[in-house]
Nanobody
């Protein structure tokens, strides 16, 4: 059993930046991929970005390339989502995710989900 807890959501002006954090507990994720999904009202949950927990390889959704990045600290079992140049269409509930499939870009590939944190982007 694994628990993922997101934090750092909030309100940001379009063009601004925000950093989301995901803290994992319950087991070590040294060999797991970690990622972020998001879900806006009326839309399906969609892939945002993922990172191999031990390998450092990053996979991006086209919509966030050049704007978002992801980093990890295995010693602390934490993952960060660094969001820059935010757009109104980035507004959503963001979910931390963990799994053993790379690039972890489909919801059915996820083994564990966080509770989500709201990101609101004003225009």
């Amino acid at each position: 059993q694994v628990q993922l807890v997101e934090s750092g959501g909030g309100l940001v002006q379009a063009g601004g930046s925000l950093i989301l954090s995901c803290a994992a507990s319950g087991r070590t994720f040294s060999s797991y991929a970690m990622g972020w999904f998001r879900q806006a009202p009326g839309k399906e949950r969609e892939f945002v970005i993922a990172i191999k927990w031990s390998g450092g390889r990053i996979y991006y959704a086209d919509s966030v390339k050049s704007r978002f990045t992801i980093s990890r600290d295995n010693a602390k079992n934490t993952v960060l989502l660094q969001m820059n140049s935010l757009k109104p269409e980035d507004a959503a509930v963001y979910y931390c995710a963990a799994g053993s499939v790379w690039p972890l870009k489909e919801t059915y590939e996820i083994d564990y989900w966080g509770q989500g944190t709201q990101v609101t982007v004003s225009s």
